[in-house]
């Protein structure tokens, strides 16, 4: 991660957001390896939560936000260097890349 932006403390957590465009041919088994992915992540130390939100574009395909939030940057950034991360199980199950995957706060 690069050097630490200013913070909006002392409310506020850290979270990776990842954005991806699954072809809908591939939903299935993108749906089932995201279910058994948030089972292995939540029980890495810090994560606060796992969500992901979907919509179907106009070609059929399914765009993804998927967001990890995290008690604390380090947590975050120990995920991000050395965790199964969605853009690690993606490739993986699937061989897509995300479009990006971005560290952030979560002010609210």
Sequence with gaps: MAAAAPSALPYVSWSAGTFVTIPA?????????????KGHIQEYPGLQRFDVFAFV???????????TTWDTPEQLEAFLERGYT???MLVDIV??????????????
């Design 25 to 37: 041919e591939r939903w299935q088994e993108v749906y089932g390896s995201m279910q058994a992915l």
């Design 57 to 67: 574009d106009d070609a059929g395909d399914v765009r993804l936000h998927c967001y």
């Design 86 to 88: 969605v853009d690690r």
């Design 95 to 108: 061989g897509v890349e995300p479009e990006a995957t971005r560290p952030m706060e979560k002010i609210f």
